[in-house]
């Protein structure tokens, strides 16, 4: 059973950047495919980003594409999701994710979530 530990997140200018990162441990990291999702409050969990098991397709919803990027380290066993251009409305908990399988942008389909991280972006 995979676990998942989220870090980076903070308080944040609009337009400045943060970077998130997410430590895996367990079975081996590389069968997952993984994806970060955000919740604000009062808010349902939203999709950002996903990437697949080699790191080669990388997938975004409009409200981030161009300004996310997701990436990450097999030999770390890490995740990491790049947040530049950072606006009011991405303040939320940001909260990685892990699944077997195929790809998803549907929170219900992921097997195992970290803790999450506050991200804060003030106007």
């Known amino acids: 059973q995979a676990q998942l530990v989220e870090s980076g997140g903070g308080w944040v200018q609009a337009g400045g950047s943060l970077r998130l990162s997410c430590a895996v441990s367990?079975?081996?990291?590389?069968?997952?495919?993984m994806a970060w999702f955000r919740q604000a409050p009062g808010k349902d969990r939203e999709f950002v980003a996903a990437i697949n098991r080699s790191g080669g397709s990388t997938y975004y919803p409009k409200s981030v594409k161009g300004r996310f990027t997701i990436s990450r380290d097999n030999a770390k066993n890490t995740v990491y999701l790049q947040m530049n251009s950072l606006k009011p409305e991405d303040t939320a908990v940001y909260y990685c994710?892990?699944?077997?399988?195929?790809?998803?942008?549907?929170?219900?389909?992921?097997?195992?979530w970290g803790q999450g991280t506050q991200v804060t972006v003030s106007s």
């Open positions: 994710a892990a699944k077997t399988g195929g790809d998803s942008d549907i929170s219900g389909r992921y097997d195992y």
């Open positions: 367990g079975p081996t990291f590389s069968n997952y495919y």
